[in-house]
């Protein structure tokens, strides 16, 4: 990819301003904007769909390369005038990838200063010129807590010290630096800090450590090997050493933070670089307590991935200020340079005092995030498409995503160390998130350019609607969705906060119309960082479908709090409030649905006008990918999970393939005889209302509203789909009587 951006926003008002970092090999580029109203491409057998909008953009722009770096640390400047006499540094470490020789710097005093690292083959203290000063010939143990200290006299004393676990006595070596105060050595004079700076997990040049940091300590003058000793046992720095001259970074006490206070002078506090993991435990966790809120203490730690990203830190080299005509709705920023093009997508909400659209569509742009990136289709193509059984193979933007770690990874992703990766930022280049991106799993369109499919349903029947993403709720509430008759899903709104799941309670229960147009929605426990990043957060809880698995005493969000994992398991499992839930996936084919006798009630049988089919009958085996209406992910509704007991199954899908597989959340030990095929793996259309007008419609599939496109939107499911909105959209009270 020769042209590759990003925007320092998902979404803007009318009238707003979006800045667009770019990299590009090419002299210059063409920047123009776009309206997105399907997505597609040559490969989907399907055309992208785009319209040209007037807008304040230059003719071209210079091309610049950009480069992310990726790559988690701490670093804090040692305040003016501080002095560095000598030395000492200390830290409590847990490797978890040691690689050979390559030398991973854990805690460096910098500018020129000192550099300790740990290899396979051992730790190492280094001048900041690459003077080895000291080293010992064993490494710390990979996955346990060691403690590593080294200390540097003025008179050029150095003394290296690894306590390793299992109370062997340390290994220890001790040398002698001739001309520490400026001789022929090479070694840096003490003097005036100046640039000096403290980093922990990284060094001047790179080196990044990866595992968890806990308890640093820098001191501008040496220790004795007595206080090294009592720091290994766990003593507190700053009572043994004070504060003058000390730093002592807190490193877990805000796990939220991007700032790390200081107990001691040195520093003044320091900056998280990279948002590595946080809320994890320390050296000193008793295995009592799994909420960091309850034992700060013992939540002192951070762990450090060489690729982690939280920024990738481009400059900005186009800005649009949105036309303030501009209706609600997808667009893009297109860049242009010869045959190479890329289109940055964002949404153009409305502007505030706005009369609000009866229809409302909310993007689930924090799916997006999560998906952002993602690498297995690479990774494993061959795999992927034996299993699959997909001729066109991969998106050629996965073969090049992955010669290019350092954009960052998905929620679905491990880091190089094989812990999961727990935040997805916005502020980075995501090659998958395109209205032309080709997903294998579904043969076509899934994510973002799905969603497209339903805003040109939408356009085509003449809608009046506006469109939103997951942020504006969860930046304004309840308020987002107010005054919209029906509010539309996307296919796939998996990740989901607290507040976000109130707001949609809050709109039916005041009278709100609520289609949910997708499958496997409001799943994750999932929470939004504050900061320009927009990073969102998850733990993955065992016994649940998931990518990996989060550590023990890693299950709470280190952005709020609380417990992470599924909703299901905090009480709000997802049938409670929109009647069906997560039951199965699987990836060969999709299936259609057949209708219920139920769905015959006067009070519900109006969604069947002018679909050609009776009780017992099928409908929706068909559609682009994967053929049929009820794939890819499908919800089932389960009384017991708090399907309401008034909520009318109108159709539930059949003859699945053993391809569809139930989720490990409903697997348990059995000693008797499974059925087969197991009852639970089948999506369930749902209906329901609730007191004063409000109702919600629920198809139980990701892949519905992609078979809504079949035969240009002449088919069952879409004349299902527009029955519902038409009576969600004009009617006083739709399911009265149900």
Same mark, same amino acid.
């Given at each position: 990819?020769?042209?590759?951006?990003?925007?320092?926003?998902?979404?803007?008002?009318?009238?707003?301003?979006?800045?667009?970092?770019?990299?590009?090999?090419?002299?210059?580029?063409?920047?123009?904007?776009?309206?997105?109203?399907?997505?597609?491409?040559?490969?989907?057998?399907?055309?992208?769909?785009?319209?040209?909008?007037?807008?304040?953009?230059?003719?071209?722009?210079?091309?610049?390369?950009?480069? *992310?770096?990726?790559?988690?640390?701490?670093?804090?400047?040692?305040?003016?005038?501080?002095?560095?006499?000598?030395? $000492?540094?200390?830290? #409590?470490?847990?490797?978890?990838?040691?690689?050979?020789?390559?030398?991973?710097?854990?805690?460096?005093?910098?500018?020129?200063?000192?550099?300790?690292?740990?290899?396979?083959?051992?730790?190492?203290?280094?001048?900041?010129?690459?003077?080895?000063?000291?080293?010992?010939?064993?490494?710390?143990?990979?996955?346990?807590?060691?403690?590593?200290?080294?200390?540097?006299?003025?008179?050029?004393?150095?003394?290296?010290?690894?306590?390793?676990?299992?109370?062997?006595?340390?290994?220890?070596?001790?040398?002698?630096?001739?001309?520490?105060?400026?001789?022929?050595?090479?070694?840096?004079?003490?003097?005036?800090?100046?640039?000096?700076?403290?980093?922990?997990?990284?060094?001047?040049?790179?080196?990044?450590?990866?595992?968890?940091?806990?308890?640093?300590?820098?001191?501008?003058?040496?220790?004795?090997?007595? %206080?090294?000793?009592?720091?290994?046992?766990?003593?507190?720095?700053?009572?043994?050493?004070?504060?003058?001259?000390?730093?002592?970074?807190?490193?877990?006490?805000?796990?939220?933070?991007?700032?790390?206070?200081?107990?001691?002078?040195?520093?003044?506090?320091?900056?998280? /670089?990279?948002?590595?993991?946080?809320?994890?435990?320390?050296?000193?966790?008793?295995?009592?307590?799994?909420?960091?809120?309850?034992?700060?203490?013992?939540?002192?730690?951070?762990?450090?991935?060489?690729?982690?990203?939280?920024?990738?830190?481009?400059?900005?080299?186009?800005?649009?200020?949105?036309?303030?005509?501009?209706?609600?709705?997808?667009?893009?920023?297109?860049?242009?340079?010869?045959?190479?093009?890329?289109?940055?997508?964002?949404?153009?909400?409305?502007?505030?005092?706005?009369?609000?659209?009866?229809?409302?569509?909310?993007?689930?742009?924090?799916?997006?995030?999560?998906? *952002?990136?993602?690498?297995?289709?690479?990774?494993?193509?061959?795999?992927?498409?034996?299993?699959?059984?997909?001729?066109?193979?991969?998106?050629?933007?996965?073969?090049?995503?992955?010669?290019?770690?350092?954009?960052?990874?998905?929620?679905?992703?491990?880091?190089?160390?094989?812990?999961?990766?727990?935040?997805?930022?916005?502020?980075?280049?995501?090659?998958?998130?395109?209205?032309?991106?080709?997903?294998?799993?579904?043969?076509?369109?899934?994510?973002?350019?799905?969603?497209?499919?339903?805003?040109?349903?939408?356009?085509?029947?003449?809608?009046?609607?506006?469109?939103? !993403?997951?942020?504006?709720?969860?930046?304004?509430?309840?308020?987002?969705?107010?005054?919209?008759?029906?509010?539309?899903?996307?296919?796939?709104?998996?990740?989901?906060?607290?507040?976000?799941?109130?707001?949609?309670?809050?709109? /039916?229960?005041?009278?709100?119309?609520?289609?949910?147009?997708?499958?496997?929605?409001?799943?994750?426990?999932?929470?939004?960082?504050?900061?320009?990043?927009? *990073?969102?957060?998850?733990?993955?809880?065992?016994?649940?479908?998931?990518? #990996?698995?989060?550590?023990?005493?890693?299950?709470?969000?280190?952005?709020?709090?609380?417990?992470?994992?599924?909703?299901? #398991?905090?009480?709000? *499992?997802?049938?409670?409030?929109?009647?069906?839930?997560?039951?199965?996936?699987?990836?060969?084919?999709?299936?259609?649905?057949?209708?219920?006798?139920?769905?015959?009630?006067?009070?519900?049988? #109006?969604?069947?006008?002018?679909?050609?089919? $009776?009780?017992?009958?099928?409908?929706?085996?068909?559609?682009?990918?994967?053929?049929?209406?009820?794939?890819?992910?499908?919800?089932?509704?389960?009384?017991?999970? $708090? !399907?309401?007991?008034?909520?009318?199954?109108?159709?539930?899908?059949?003859?699945?393939?053993?391809?569809?597989?139930?989720?490990?959340?409903?697997? %348990?030990?059995?000693?008797?005889?499974? %059925?087969?095929?197991?009852?639970?793996?089948?999506?369930?259309?749902?209906?329901? $209302?609730?007191?004063?007008?409000?109702?919600?419609?629920?198809?139980?599939?990701?892949?519905?509203?992609?078979?809504?496109?079949?035969?240009?939107?002449?088919?069952? /499911?879409?004349?299902?789909?527009?029955?519902?909105?038409?009576?969600?959209?004009?009617?006083?009270?739709?399911?009265?009587?149900?």
């Amino acid at each position: 990819m020769r042209l590759l951006g990003y925007g320092d926003r998902l979404s803007a008002p009318a009238g707003g301003r979006i800045e667009f970092k770019v990299s590009s090999e090419l002299p210059e580029f063409t920047p123009s904007l776009v309206r997105l109203r399907r997505g597609g491409s040559p490969v989907h057998e399907s055309d992208l769909l785009e319209q040209e909008v007037i807008a304040d953009l230059p003719a071209t722009v210079p091309g610049r390369v950009q480069v *992310a770096r990726a790559g988690s640390y701490v670093e804090a400047p040692l305040r003016p005038g501080a002095e560095v006499s000598g030395a $000492g540094l200390a830290v #409590w470490l847990l490797p978890t990838r040691l690689d050979g020789d390559r030398e991973q710097t854990v805690l460096a005093l910098t500018a020129p200063g000192y550099l300790l690292s740990v290899s396979a083959r051992g730790c190492t203290l280094r001048d900041a010129g690459g003077t080895e000063l000291a080293r010992l010939a064993v490494a710390p143990v990979e996955r346990q807590w060691s403690f590593l200290a080294a200390t540097i006299s003025p008179a050029g004393e150095v003394r290296l010290a690894l306590h390793r676990p299992g109370g062997a006595a340390p290994r220890v070596q001790e040398s002698h630096i001739q001309g520490l105060q400026g001789q022929e050595s090479g070694f840096p004079e003490p003097r005036g800090t100046g640039s000096w700076r403290l980093r922990v997990g990284a060094g001047p040049r790179g080196g990044f450590f990866n595992g968890r940091v806990a308890r640093p300590v820098v001191s501008a003058t040496s220790w004795t090997a007595d %206080t090294t000793d009592r720091l290994a046992a766990g003593e507190d720095a700053v009572a043994l050493l004070g504060t003058d001259g000390v730093s002592a970074l807190a490193l877990g006490r805000d796990p939220a933070a991007t700032a790390v206070a200081d107990d001691g002078s040195l520093t003044a506090g320091g900056t998280v /670089v990279n948002r590595p993991a946080s809320a994890v435990p320390g050296p000193f966790w008793r295995f009592r307590e799994t909420d960091f809120r309850r034992v700060p203490d013992e939540y002192d730690a951070l762990h450090l991935h060489e690729d982690d990203l939280d920024d990738a830190g481009w400059e900005t080299d186009v800005v649009l200020t949105v036309p303030a005509d501009a209706a609600s709705g997808a667009y893009a920023l297109k860049i242009r340079a010869g045959d190479h093009v890329e289109r940055i997508p964002f949404v153009v909400t409305p502007p505030d005092g706005a009369p609000p659209a009866p229809v409302l569509v909310v993007l689930p742009t924090w799916t997006y995030l999560a998906y *952002a990136n993602w690498r297995t289709y690479a990774e494993f193509e061959e795999e992927r498409v034996a299993l699959y059984g997909e001729r066109r193979g991969v998106d050629p933007r996965d073969r090049w995503l992955a010669r290019h770690p350092e954009l960052g990874k998905s929620l679905y992703d491990v880091h190089t160390d094989g812990s999961g990766v727990m935040y997805s930022s916005r502020l980075r280049p995501m090659v998958n998130i395109r209205p032309d991106y080709f997903t294998p799993t579904t043969r076509g369109l899934r994510h973002f350019a799905q969603d497209l499919s339903l805003l040109d349903w939408l356009d085509r029947r003449g809608e009046d609607y506006a469109v939103i !993403t997951d942020d504006e709720i969860e930046d304004r509430g309840p308020d987002a969705l107010a005054g919209h008759r029906v509010v539309i899903t996307g296919s796939h709104p998996e990740y989901s906060s607290a507040r976000m799941l109130d707001a949609y309670q809050a709109h /039916v229960e005041s009278g709100g119309r609520l289609m949910y147009l997708g499958g496997n929605g409001f799943y994750h426990v999932t929470a939004r960082h504050p900061g320009p990043s927009g *990073a969102i957060e998850i733990r993955r809880a065992r016994g649940s479908q998931t990518a #990996w698995a989060s550590g023990a005493g890693e299950e709470h969000l280190s952005g709020t709090g609380e417990p992470g994992g599924l909703w299901r #398991w905090r009480g709000r *499992a997802p049938q409670r409030q929109f009647g069906v839930g997560m039951t199965a996936q699987g990836f060969d084919k999709a299936s259609g649905y057949r209708r219920t006798p139920q769905s015959r009630s006067d009070a519900v049988a #109006w969604v069947f006008d002018g679909v050609d089919v $009776g009780v017992g009958e099928i409908f929706g085996d068909h559609g682009p990918g994967l053929g049929g209406a009820a794939g890819d992910e499908i919800d089932r509704a389960d009384v017991a999970l $708090g !399907t309401p007991a008034d909520a009318v199954v109108l159709a539930s899908s059949v003859r699945h393939s053993a391809s569809i597989v139930l989720v490990p959340d409903d697997k %348990t030990i059995s000693y008797a005889v499974p %059925t087969a095929p197991d009852p639970r793996v089948r999506s369930d259309i749902v209906i329901f $209302g609730r007191p004063g007008g409000g109702a919600v419609f629920a198809v139980g599939s990701i892949a519905w509203s992609a078979a809504m496109t079949h035969k240009g939107g002449d088919n069952d /499911v879409s004349r299902i789909t527009a029955n519902v909105l038409d009576r969600f959209r004009d009617h006083a009270d739709p399911v009265a009587g149900a």
